[in-house]
């Protein structure tokens, strides 16, 4: 089975401008989460997504989105970037998300530099 | 406010000897917890997990202890191996509809194995 996936897996970006990370979760798997990993304040959760809906979302401004399709990809989009955005940032998939207990299963990540 | 400490930024032990990696938690509620392996420039791998309601899992060469009145639990590999040589990260999250998706992580502790 294929993991997760991540595209693209760097991105060079200037500030005031948006952008797009897409993730394609573990077949089968219906919870996407994504989350910012920074030197000072290590991984954070973003949201999750399930069934195409935002069931839960950290503390990010609202600059911070994303959506989910019918095929459990996930896209996650960041407006009018600042330089404190640049961060990696990881996709994780699990079959039902947080009802049960899941293990979330991470893809590579997103590197993204904002100039 | 850290609901998941790991307060060793790092850790060397020899090649065959047991590697023992510590995970302090405040919050009473986190009732699953979970060890994740990151290599550079990848995502974190899952190692293992365990539930509130056990005080000890093994997987192999993995052994997660929980202390939950000491709101501790450790992970230790015996016997290490230089191919261990990683971040570690524990994790933990709280099941319910509130909190789907989202897992807490640690800073996460560099593993050293010398051969």
């Known amino acids: 089975k294929a993991g997760v996936t991540q595209?693209?897996?760097?991105l060079i970006k200037t500030r005031g401008q948006q952008v797009t990370l897409s993730c394609s979760p573990i077949s089968g798997h219906r919870s996407v989460s994504w989350y910012q990993q920074t030197p000072?304040?290590?991984?954070?959760?973003?949201?999750?997504?399930?069934s195409e809906t935002q069931r839960n979302k950290g503390n990010f401004p609202g600059r911070f989105s994303g959506r989910q399709f019918s095929n459990s990809r996930?896209?996650?989009?960041?407006?009018?970037?600042?330089?404190g955005d640049s961060a990696l940032y990881?996709?994780?998939?699990?079959?039902?998300?947080?009802?049960?207990?899941?293990?979330?299963?991470?893809?590579?990540?997103?590197?993204?530099?904002v100039l | 406010?850290?609901?998941?400490?790991?307060?060793?930024?790092?850790?060397?032990?020899?090649?065959?000897?047991?590697?023992?990696?510590?995970?302090?938690?405040?919050?009473?509620?986190?009732?699953?917890?979970?060890?994740?392996k990151k290599y550079p420039a990848e995502g974190p791998t899952f190692l293992i997990s365990i539930?509130?309601?056990?005080?000890?899992?093994?997987d192999g060469r993995f052994t997660v202890f929980l202390n939950k009145s000491a709101k501790h639990l450790s992970l230790h590999i015996v016997p290490s191996q230089p191919g261990d040589?990683?971040?570690?990260?524990?994790?933990a999250s709280v099941k319910g509809s509130s909190n789907t998706g989202k897992l807490i992580?640690?800073?996460g502790t560099t593993l050293q194995v010398k051969p």
């Open chain 1, 7 to 10: 595209t693209p897996r760097y």
């Open chain 1, 40 to 50: 000072g304040q290590g991984l954070q959760f973003l949201f999750e997504y399930f």
């Open chain 1, 74 to 83: 996930s896209e996650m989009n960041v407006s009018t970037l600042e330089l």
């Open chain 1, 90 to 113: 990881l996709c994780a998939s699990s079959p039902t998300g947080g009802w049960g207990y899941n293990e979330q299963f991470f893809g590579p990540g997103t590197r993204l530099t």
């Open chain 2, 1 to 36: 406010d850290q609901q998941v400490k790991q307060n060793s930024p790092s850790l060397s032990v020899q090649e065959g000897r047991i590697s023992i990696l510590n995970c302090d938690y405040t919050n009473s509620m986190f009732d699953y917890f979970l060890w994740y």
């Open chain 2, 51 to 58: 539930s509130s309601i056990k005080d000890k899992n093994e």
């Open chain 2, 85 to 91: 040589s990683a971040v570690y990260f524990c994790a």
């Open chain 2, 105 to 107: 992580f640690g800073q």
